[in-house]
């Protein structure tokens, strides 16, 4: 009798399974999730996310991906061992991007410039850093060279002519595209000026920096390659005829052995501005010497960050008081657009003495202003204040 009576519970519960399986459900039993994309869109960098490059730009390893196009490339020289004080520069690449963060394309343009570079024609990307060897001086001068001379000769990404002179000042008739260095210390600007004359001959040079950096050598030079530091570099390219004798400093100011170092500067190619000219003579008038020393040349501008005071700029290797602000040397920068520009750095720039971003911060906005500058036939009109100015009377 138990036995029947389980055997019939049994085949009911086989029955009653059937039925269910063969019910149609009223609907979607599984809701799928909404996707990220639908409800909030493109997968943005915020200022403080995402991979590090320049200002957000499109970051390519373009030594090695010869399909890369350009024509205006972001370079990183993490090299700082021509270094006669503090080190630490190899990381000014590093940092001078990091400071960049705020920045990108969509929102690139500026007051002081009326433009936004990204958005003039031309093709801005960052190139990443050269692999430079630490541990030898001779090689990494030499991968320096093959790297800017790599870039430089790749043809320019647009169909058109990007800048005003750029086919007629190369020695082949052949527009090449312009390099934006990140150093790295003041060294990196012997291998750049090599490759650069490849193509365009002795080119001048405008030099913002606290120091001369046309020294013959430091005491103790035995070998050629300890004649190459970050404070001899100029002579050495003199003597190799890399730069015009129509080349500047500005904003100098660091302590000499005597006279004899201007006699060895002028010799070099040089004349220079002091920090203080600007106090007795104004921005206008040190723009009007720079444009009027360099003229219709080929022109390289290399910037080292301790032109800027130490009080705002702190991280570098050889800190000297008394310089120019940030403000002061953008205004002479927007000053100089139109020149011939064939290239651009901005070195010494090391994070290890920073604080709170200060110096990369500032490095990254002069290489904004060094894009404004490269696209702009001439400097900017100043705008005119809104309204009118009320005097009191008395």
Not at 144 to 151: G, I, K, W
Not at 265 to 283: C, K, Y
Not at 323 to 347: C, H, M, P, Q, Y
Request: proline share 7%.
């Amino acid at each position: 009798m138990a036995f029947k009576k389980l055997l019939q519970f049994a085949i009911s519960a086989v029955s009653i399974k059937a039925v269910f399986a063969h019910q149609i459900p009223l609907g979607d039993t599984i809701e799928q999730p909404e996707t990220w994309l639908s409800k909030y869109g493109p997968q943005i960098d915020q200022p403080f996310s995402g991979p590090l490059s320049f200002s957000h730009m499109t970051y390519s390893r373009c030594l090695e991906d010869e399909s890369a196009q350009f024509d205006i490339a972001v370079l990183g020289m993490p090299f700082d061992t021509g270094t006669s004080y503090r080190p630490g520069a190899r990381f000014g690449p590093y940092a001078i991007r990091s400071g960049s963060r705020r920045q990108r394309e969509a929102r690139g343009y500026s007051l002081a410039w009326g433009n936004n570079p990204y958005e003039q024609g031309s093709k801005i990307i960052d190139c990443g850093d050269v692999p430079i060897i630490p541990f030898d001086n001779v090689l990494a001068m030499d991968q320096m060279e093959v790297a800017y001379s790599t870039l430089l000769n790749r043809p320019i990404a647009s169909s058109q002519s990007v800048w005003a002179n750029g086919a007629q000042l190369a020695k082949d008739g052949r527009e090449r595209p312009r390099i934006v260095s990140l150093g790295g210390d003041h060294t990196i600007v012997l291998p750049i000026l090599r490759a650069l004359n490849k193509v365009y001959g002795p080119v001048s040079v405008i030099h913002f920096d606290a120091h001369l950096d046309t020294w013959n050598g430091y005491p103790g030079t035995v070998t050629e390659q300890s004649r190459v530091t970050h404070g001899t570099f100029f002579y050495v390219a003199n003597e190799e005829g890399l730069v015009s004798n129509s080349s500047i400093h500005a904003g100098i100011r660091c302590k000499l052995v005597g006279l004899g170092d201007i006699e060895n500067d002028e010799s070099v190619g040089f004349h220079f501005i002091t920090s203080d000219d600007i106090d007795d003579h104004g921005v206008p008038a040190i723009i009007k010497r720079i444009r009027e020393r360099v003229g219709d040349t080929p022109v390289y501008l290399s910037l080292d960050i301790d032109v800027i005071d130490p009080g705002l700029a702190p991280a570098t290797g050889t800190p000297e008081a008394g310089g120019w602000t940030s403000r002061e040397v953008k205004r002479i920068i927007r000053g100089l657009a139109g020149l011939n520009f064939v290239g651009a750095d901005i070195v010494e720039v090391a994070p290890v003495y920073d604080h709170a971003e200060i110096t990369g911060t500032a490095a990254a906005d002069l290489v904004h202003d060094f894009l404004s500058m490269f696209m702009s036939q001439s400097p900017p009109t100043p705008h005119a204040l809104p309204g009118s100015w009320l005097r009191d009377e008395l």
